[in-house]
């Protein structure tokens, strides 16, 4: 992983996958474990044990979070408690799913209007993948706030590829109906599509004509922070919302369809067939890990590897929201590395070196540069940077010893 202090991180994804591989389906399970979240008190639940339910069906009337409807027709076997990394404890209903077709398709929603719209997004139970939020909920607040544009997250997982991506390329045009509906819904006047590479849309895009327009996100992380900035800089809030819950919304209009799937890709060097799987709410994690190969030892992380939760129990099971799954290796042998990355050693030398690239060189033999090793020259042993370093690092012998040739 690179590092680049002050302008961002440029990380580098491990392990292959393809951004563009279509989206595969998984055969269906006998049980889902369908999470129910904010219907842990009975008075929010729409079912109770030995209920037989058809697809779409709402499961759950909770005060606070959007319903819960289930993904297939089948049988309320019981309810259950699970200890989720993504929701936290949560109510589960185990379906024991019934063979058969799908539900008819129901009415479009005819009347538009931006409170309409927020009931349809909050009746289908859309949960904004970007921000976990309930996607009724997040256009409520920017309708509030008056955001004057509104972005569809498809970029990925950086710096992996991701749930958001992979649906918004197997159904682009779902996507860019839905943000319109979202835009219309928070009173957006501007919308675009952040993707990470446009030429992976393999579908003609003319912007301008009913389409919005596609702006890539650059290379560095936080891809979101950095893509903000650029409307800050012109004096404009954006809103955003994940390119599966504008599809999400656009079927619940066009359909009257529910919110009951989500696309998660699963990527990292942890497994074998990386790809982008449909799977409904309540899907086994453990099936879905298996069908991408997990090899022995992986650790598996929900979400990005900055800021996502490490799922210590793989019986959990997957949930609106859960877009990507990454399998890493086993832990490397490294020894902890005390520095916090504050960059105040860098902030403070004379010489515009990077003292703790040469302290993390020193502690985990982390590779330099030709350009640093050169650079290391100049220092000038002021020790400066021991003297802001908050972490207590013997910064100066550590770019001492490389220009002595002392270092691993
Ligand atoms: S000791 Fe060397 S690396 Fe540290 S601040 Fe002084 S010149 Fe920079
Ligand atoms: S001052 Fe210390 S803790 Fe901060 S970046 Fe430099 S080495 Fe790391």
């Given at each position: 992983?690179?590092?680049e202090?002050?302008?961002?991180?440029r990380?580098?994804?491990e392990?292959?996958?393809?951004r563009?591989?279509?989206v595969?389906?998984?055969?269906?399970?006998?049980?889902?474990?369908v999470?129910?979240?904010?219907?842990?008190?009975?008075a929010f639940r729409?079912?109770?044990?030995?209920?037989?339910v058809?697809?779409?069906?709402?499961?759950?009337q909770?005060?606070?979070?959007?319903p819960a409807?289930?993904?297939?027709?089948?049988?309320?076997?019981?309810?259950?408690?699970?200890?989720?990394p993504?929701?936290?404890?949560?109510?589960?209903?185990?379906l024991?799913?019934?063979?058969?077709?799908?539900?008819?398709?129901?009415?479009?929603?005819l009347?538009?209007?931006p409170e309409?719209?927020?009931t349809?997004?909050r009746?289908?139970g859309?949960?904004?993948?970007?921000s976990?939020e309930?996607?009724?909920?997040?256009?409520?607040t920017?309708?509030?706030?008056?955001v004057?544009?509104?972005?569809?997250?498809a970029a990925g997982?950086e710096?992996f590829?991701?749930g958001?991506e992979?649906?918004f390329?197997?159904?682009?045009?779902?996507?860019?109906s839905?943000?319109r509906?979202?835009?219309?819904?928070?009173?957006?006047q501007?919308?675009?599509?952040?993707?990470?590479?446009?030429?992976l849309?393999?579908?003609?895009?003319?912007?301008?004509?009913?389409?919005?327009?596609?702006?890539?996100v650059?290379?560095?992380?936080?891809?979101?922070?950095f893509?903000?900035?650029?409307?800050?800089?012109?004096?404009l809030?954006?809103?955003r919302?994940?390119?599966?819950?504008?599809?999400?919304l656009?079927?619940?209009?066009e359909?009257?369809?529910?919110q009951?799937?989500?696309?998660?890709t699963?990527?990292?060097?942890?497994?074998?067939?990386?790809g982008?799987?449909?799977v409904?709410a309540g899907?086994?994690?453990?099936?879905?890990?298996?069908?991408?190969?997990?090899?022995?030892?992986?650790r598996?992380?929900?979400?990005?590897p900055?800021?996502?939760?490490?799922?210590p129990?793989?019986?959990?099971p997957?949930?609106?929201?859960?877009?990507?799954?990454?399998?890493?290796?086993?832990?490397r042998?490294?020894r902890p590395?005390?520095?916090?990355?504050?960059?105040?050693?860098?902030?403070?030398?004379p010489?515009?070196?990077?003292?703790?690239?040469y302290?993390?060189?020193?502690?985990?033999?982390?590779?330099?540069?030709?350009?640093e090793?050169?650079?290391?020259?100049?220092?000038?042993?002021?020790?400066?940077?021991?003297a802001?370093?908050?972490?207590?690092l013997a910064?100066?012998?550590?770019?001492?010893?490389?220009?002595e040739?002392?270092?691993p």
């Amino acid at each position: 992983m690179n590092v680049e202090f002050f302008r961002g991180l440029r990380p580098q994804a491990e392990g292959p996958a393809r951004r563009d591989a279509p989206v595969r389906e998984l055969p269906p399970p006998e049980t889902l474990l369908v999470p129910m979240p904010g219907a842990r008190h009975a008075a929010f639940r729409a079912v109770k044990e030995g209920d037989a339910v058809a697809q779409y069906q709402p499961l759950s009337q909770p005060q606070t979070a959007a319903p819960a409807c289930s993904p297939a027709a089948g049988t309320v076997e019981e309810f259950r408690t699970v200890d989720h990394p993504l929701l936290g404890p949560v109510l589960c209903a185990v379906l024991r799913v019934k063979p058969g077709g799908p539900a008819p398709a129901r009415p479009p929603l005819l009347a538009r209007t931006p409170e309409a719209l927020e009931t349809a997004a909050r009746n289908a139970g859309i949960l904004d993948e970007c921000s976990g939020e309930p996607l009724y909920r997040l256009l409520k607040t920017f309708r509030r706030f008056g955001v004057p544009a509104l972005c569809a997250w498809a970029a990925g997982e950086e710096p992996f590829p991701g749930g958001t991506e992979a649906a918004f390329l197997s159904a682009p045009a779902e996507t860019a109906s839905g943000l319109r509906l979202a835009a219309d819904s928070c009173g957006a006047q501007e919308c675009c599509v952040a993707v990470r590479d446009r030429r992976l849309l393999r579908v003609p895009w003319t912007e301008g004509a009913g389409l919005p327009e596609l702006r890539e996100v650059g290379a560095r992380v936080p891809a979101w922070a950095f893509f903000e900035q650029r409307f800050r800089a012109r004096g404009l809030r954006v809103g955003r919302v994940g390119a599966q819950a504008c599809a999400a919304l656009y079927r619940a209009v066009e359909r009257g369809v529910p919110q009951v799937e989500t696309v998660v890709t699963v990527a990292g060097e942890g497994v074998e067939r990386p790809g982008h799987f449909r799977v409904p709410a309540g899907y086994p994690l453990r099936a879905l890990l298996e069908a991408s190969g997990l090899k022995e030892g992986a650790r598996v992380v929900l979400g990005s590897p900055f800021t996502g939760a490490a799922a210590p129990d793989e019986t959990i099971p997957v949930c609106l929201g859960m877009h990507t799954v990454l399998a890493l290796p086993h832990a490397r042998e490294r020894r902890p590395f005390a520095c916090v990355g504050c960059g105040r050693c860098a902030a403070v030398c004379p010489e515009r070196l990077f003292p703790y690239r040469y302290a993390e060189h020193r502690e985990n033999g982390a590779p330099l540069s030709h350009a640093e090793l050169a650079a290391a020259a100049r220092c000038g042993g002021c020790r400066c940077c021991e003297a802001v370093c908050p972490a207590g690092l013997a910064l100066e012998e550590a770019v001492r010893l490389v220009t002595e040739g002392g270092t691993p």
